[in-house]
């Protein structure tokens, strides 16, 4: 799960599939396009959303994307286009490239394209950040859990 600074978008991504998939056969993390926030928790109201719902996200730390993390996973979820572009300039070859995805194309039942980015906004965009990403990660444990 990548978004930009790894703080806000991609962590609830990574905590809501990790608590849907609780299952060592998946190895889940996220990661920003950016250098921000490195080694830094996810932003306090990700963090309030997650629990709000019973998901802990305190564990995670922020990194930023390297090219070696092609190697290690086999799907690599951008919240939006502007990162989705940023990863495919550190793509080797055509695998890494098969590699990547938007995150909401996922979800074709959706009205949005991308994940908003609710870092400049109140609560209420966490919130709803939260709602679609936590919709949009049934399906892909839905289908994570068919190619098993």
Request: net charge negative; proline share 3%; glycine share 4%.
């Amino acid at each position: 799960m990548v978004c930009l600074g790894n703080i806000c978008r991609s962590p609830l991504a990574h905590g809501i599939l990790e608590n849907k998939l609780q299952d060592s056969n998946y190895l889940i993390d996220s990661a920003g396009t950016a250098s921000y926030h490195i080694g830094e928790l996810p932003d306090h109201r990700s963090i309030k959303v997650a629990k709000a719902n019973g998901i802990d996200i305190t564990s995670q730390r922020a990194r930023q994307f390297k090219t070696s993390d092609f190697d290690v996973f086999d799907r690599i979820y951008a919240m939006d286009e502007s990162n989705l572009d940023n990863l495919k300039t550190l793509a080797r070859d055509e695998n890494d490239l098969n590699k990547l995805r938007l995150f909401m194309d996922a979800n074709p039942n959706s009205a949005y394209n991308y994940v908003p980015d609710p870092y400049y906004g109140d609560f209420s965009g966490f919130e709803e950040v939260f709602n679609l990403v936590d919709e949009t990660c049934n399906i892909i444990a839905r289908d994570l859990s068919k190619q098993d």
